[in-house]
């Protein structure tokens, strides 16, 4: 009976603490890490464990942090009312030391594991999203413009644990990438979340701009995603056909299903579903570019 109630509180004590570490976006962290090692390497190896998961201890890290910030900001919002520290199953001081534990222990892991760039890189992820981006967006909607950096810096952590200099073309490219599907992705969670994020108190885009047209604005920039996303065949290191064709396809089909955003009459289900569907497009990225660098078929150019 004792055995069976501690079993039970340490996976709910377990609940809290990937509740806490925002743990979807810290696995789309991992992913892109893993895409940028990758990518440098063009293999698999069990050299890319340490780095990946150092980086993904660090974003859970730092989105523990941001609970910590925002944790009054929290409790106005439907959303987010029921997160660890609002809902009271966990204390501030808790969730802070967390969230200090893993960002130490990423830290270790991406210095043991890749190299001080990379580690570097890492902290200043940190520093930007904890530091700047989450006070900045109580005080602009246009928050997102930097705040956009912090998804392009994981891959680029993977790029150089494999032994890549930053300033090189695919990488930069690919992060470009990721800071572009930043845009798009944010406005669209914010879209369905309107109400909420003005019950918290945050400025959001619509105070400006009337719907219809913030959605053709979201829509441009979906345009803009899936254009760099087919031209990042072009920047790899190898420009295969099936690269080419498949980053076309996926991103066809992005700027085709978000073709609703532009109707005269917007439903709150056109913004759910583009929202949606950006996000199944970034795995479908992800997945062809790993793919393809590994099996390196049908070379061109």
């Given at each position: 009976?004792?055995q069976?109630?501690?079993?039970?509180?340490?996976?709910?004590?377990?609940?809290?603490?990937?509740?806490?570490?925002?743990?979807?976006?810290?696995?789309?962290?991992?992913?892109?890490?893993?895409?940028?090692?990758?990518?440098?390497?063009?293999?698999?190896?069990?050299?890319?464990?340490?780095?990946?998961?150092?980086?993904?201890?660090l974003?859970?890290?730092?989105?523990?942090?941001n609970?910590?910030?925002?944790h009054?900001?929290?409790?106005?919002?439907?959303?987010?009312?029921?997160?660890?520290?609002?809902?009271?199953?966990?204390?501030?001081?808790?969730?802070?030391?967390?969230?200090?534990?893993?960002?130490?222990?990423?830290?270790?892991?991406?210095?043991?594991g890749?190299?001080?760039?990379?580690?570097?890189?890492?902290?200043?992820?940190i520093?930007?999203?904890?530091?700047?981006?989450?006070?900045?967006?109580r005080?602009?909607?246009?928050?997102?413009?930097?705040?956009?950096?912090?998804?392009?810096?994981?891959?680029?952590?993977?790029?150089?644990?494999?032994?890549?200099?930053?300033?090189?073309?695919?990488?930069?490219?690919?992060?470009?990438?990721?800071?572009?599907?930043?845009?798009?992705?944010?406005?669209?969670l914010?879209?369905?979340?309107?109400?909420?994020?003005?019950?918290?108190?945050?400025?959001?885009?619509?105070?400006?701009?009337?719907?219809?047209?913030?959605?053709?604005?979201?829509?441009?920039?979906?345009?803009?995603t899936?254009?760099?996303?087919?031209?990042?065949?072009?920047?790899?290191?190898?420009?295969?056909l099936?690269?080419?064709?498949?980053?076309?396809?996926?991103?066809?089909?992005?700027?085709?299903?978000?073709?609703?955003?532009l109707?005269?009459?917007?439903?709150?289900?056109e913004?759910?579903?583009?929202?949606?569907?950006?996000?199944?497009?970034?795995?479908m990225?992800?997945?062809?570019?790993?793919?393809?660098?590994?099996?390196?078929?049908?070379?061109?150019?």
């Amino acid at each position: 009976m004792i055995q069976s109630y501690s079993i039970n509180r340490v996976a709910y004590k377990a609940r809290l603490i990937l509740q806490l570490s925002k743990i979807r976006i810290s696995q789309l962290v991992a992913i892109s890490t893993m895409l940028g090692y990758v990518m440098a390497t063009g293999r698999f190896s069990y050299e890319m464990i340490l780095p990946i998961v150092g980086t993904f201890l660090l974003s859970c890290g730092s989105a523990a942090l941001n609970q910590v910030q925002e944790h009054a900001f929290d409790a106005r919002m439907y959303r987010t009312r029921n997160r660890p520290i609002p809902s009271g199953k966990m204390t501030f001081s808790e969730a802070l030391g967390i969230s200090l534990f893993l960002m130490v222990l990423g830290s270790v892991m991406l210095y043991v594991g890749a190299n001080s760039m990379a580690l570097l890189l890492g902290l200043f992820n940190i520093l930007w999203y904890n530091g700047l981006y989450t006070p900045l967006k109580r005080v602009s909607s246009f928050a997102i413009f930097p705040g956009a950096l912090i998804g392009a810096i994981p891959p680029m952590i993977g790029w150089v644990a494999g032994g890549r200099g930053l300033m090189e073309i695919p990488i930069l490219s690919i992060a470009f990438f990721f800071f572009i599907w930043q845009v798009p992705h944010y406005w669209l969670l914010l879209s369905n979340l309107n109400e909420d994020y003005r019950r918290a108190g945050y400025p959001t885009l619509t105070s400006h701009f009337p719907k219809p047209q913030f959605a053709k604005i979201t829509f441009t920039w979906i345009v803009a995603t899936a254009t760099w996303g087919v031209l990042l065949a072009f920047f790899a290191d190898r420009h295969s056909l099936p690269l080419i064709s498949l980053l076309f396809i996926s991103g066809t089909w992005l700027v085709w299903s978000s073709r609703s955003l532009l109707k005269k009459r917007l439903q709150d289900t056109e913004f759910r579903e583009a929202f949606k569907n950006i996000n199944y497009y970034m795995v479908m990225v992800i997945l062809v570019m790993i793919v393809d660098r590994v099996t390196s078929l049908y070379t061109i150019g």
